[in-house]
């Protein structure tokens, strides 16, 4: 079983990095990749935990890029977290999280008891602050139940939406997971955040065309149907098709393991991968 799409507490996850890979082996996950939003601070601790588990590990991220305005995620697997570029532009970009995490907690602040404060405290050990902490934090003062709750209701109402900008463009996160010697992937596509609108085959033939290598087809945002017709444009384009669970421990209903990459895929991504670093030393 492999599980492409995994978030921890580093990000908006709830699980402790190691706590994660310890679930995963125990649902039968073979590989994993670890993937927080614009952080890569989780990954020594899942990456020393699957090896204790005889778990394969694989380093990823989630990039928060910009699609014309629209926030698309970007996937970047086997990548070298020492990349000076890389960590250059996530620093920045979790600096700009913060100031715009307070942007909508002063927005909210019209309307809830809610201070930067209480979000800091529900993000205590997280490098990359989001939404889910706001969320949790009004969770906490018992304005809703759970984060999803708040999703559809407090942080639904679109006055109050700050989108993470300026973030680099998908051809910057491109070349960003490029540069770090990794493989990008767009995630969800067409995941219930952003409707099947904005995504189509000439974006993703741009995009092949500045270094992406795959789409996420198997993801719980997807109906059965968006993933025959996500894996046709995988093959038009030329594109891998990979899959993921997206759990975020108790931050969402995904289940670890719920959504897997083919072996075939994977075995393709990790020749090609391969393949660039012995091009690159020679
Ligand atoms: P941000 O990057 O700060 O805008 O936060 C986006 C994150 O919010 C996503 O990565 C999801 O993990 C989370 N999220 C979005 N919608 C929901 C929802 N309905 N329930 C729980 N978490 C959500
Ligand atoms: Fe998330
Ligand atoms: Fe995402
Ligand atoms: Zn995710």
Known sequence: M????????????TDEPSQLVRLAAAA????????????TSG????????????????SGIELSADAGGVIVHVLGHYIDEHSRPLQERLSALREHRRGRAQEIVSRLAADYLISWQDVQEMAAGADSVGRPHIADALVAKGYASSRPEVFSTIL???????PVLPAPTVDEA????DVAGGLSTIAHPWGSARGSSSIDRAAL??????????IE???????????????????????????GSDYHGTGKPNRIGECETPPHVLDRMASRVVSRLTAGRS
């Open 2 to 13: 492999i599980d492409l799409h995994t978030h921890s507490n580093h990000s908006d996850g």
């Open 28 to 39: 039968g996950v073979t590989t994993i990749a670890l993937t927080d939003h614009d952080t």
């Open 43 to 58: 990954l020594i601790e899942a990456r020393t935990e699957a090896t204790r588990h005889g778990v394969s590990f694989v």
């Open 156 to 162: 639904g109402n679109t006055s109050r939406y700050v």
């Open 174 to 177: 491109i070349h960003l997971i």
């Open 205 to 214: 033939a741009l995009w092949k065309s500045a270094g992406l290598s795959g």
């Open 217 to 243: 087809v198997w993801h719980r945002e997807h109906s059965r149907v968006q993933r025959g017709q996500l894996l046709r444009l995988a093959d038009l384009v030329g594109l891998y098709a990979t899959g």
